[in-house]
């Protein structure tokens, strides 16, 4: 199942998503209890259910944000977008695409595949998950300008947004094993981040227009609203600035 450039966007098999499925419930039953005893991870979501289908859009400041972000959707399962090149690689590219990866070809003309990619995700797990800002800014509490892919999906697709927000704060006890963990990792700040997750009210697109070029051109206004309110909520709940480190680095032989 490794993919390779040219290859259909998403594996339609009943059985990888059965896989899928039961790869969700193991990584939430192992990864809730680790990502709270390491990164004091706090959930918040609305009172409401979530709706049936719906595009998730997050800001993208940690390695471990598709982890975090879908311990904070449990018991729903997403699919989610990523670099075509980590779909590539032999082994991690079969995991991700069985956990719902779909990769994002560079090529404009796949447009219609991930198109149809995103319809197929709608139909089964009835999410897409999406990181607008196009990469992983380390420690980012600024948000970092929308692309506006998502957006047009969702007009496209007339379902609702549904930001999930990642806030960074430092932690007032800092993690016993953290200065060990800081040497393996690399990240200066390993134990002291303190991550809460936000998953914030679903918010409807605008209509979809006549043609391709005005559901665009709405697309974009639409991101920028969306990541006004998710820059408010990092911001009125004190998401820290000083813990940026800057974009993080291909992994060589991975997505580089």
């Known amino acids: 199942m490794r993919y390779r450039k040219g290859d259909p966007l998403v594996i339609q098999s009943r059985l990888v998503l059965l896989l899928g499925d039961i790869g969700h419930a193991l990584i939430w039953m ?26 998730l859009v997050s800001n993208h400041c940690m390695p471990l944000d598709p982890l ?3 311990i904070a959707i449990f018991p729903r399962r997403t699919f989610f977008t990523l670099l075509e090149e980590t779909c590539e690689a032999p082994v ?18 796949r447009l219609a595949d991930i198109r149809n990619a995103v319809d197929f995700a709608l139909r089964t797990r009835g999410f897409v998950h999406f990181y607008p800002e196009g990469e992983c800014f380390l420690g980012n ?8 892919g998502a957006f047009y999906f969702a007009i496209e697709a007339g ?26 990792t690399g990240n200066p700040h390993f134990g002291q981040e303190q991550v809460s997750v936000h998953v914030l009210e679903p918010i409807q697109p605008p209509t979809r ?20 309110l998710m820059q408010a909520e990092i911001d009125r709940h004190g998401g820290d600035r000083s813990l940026y480190r800057g974009p993080m680095p291909r992994i060589k032989g991975v997505n580089d």
Request: hydrophobic share 45%; net charge positive.
């Open 141 to 148: 509490q600024n948000i970092f300008p929308f692309k506006a």
């Open 159 to 184: 379902v609702p947004v549904i930001p999930v927000v990642s806030i960074l704060k430092r932690r007032g006890t800092i993690l016993q094993a953290g200065a060990t963990l800081r040497a393996i």
């Open 92 to 109: 991690l590219g079969t995991f991700v695409r069985t956990m719902g990866g779909i990769p994002l070809p560079r090529d404009q003309s």
């Open 209 to 228: 227009g006549p043609n391709d070029r005005a559901n665009l051109v709405a697309a974009i206004r639409f991101a920028r609203q969306v990541q006004s």
């Open 30 to 55: 192992i990864g809730l209890p680790l990502s709270k005893a390491l990164y004091g991870l706090r959930i918040c979501r609305p009172a409401k259910r979530l709706p049936s289908r719906a595009v």
């Open 68 to 70: 975090f972000h879908g």
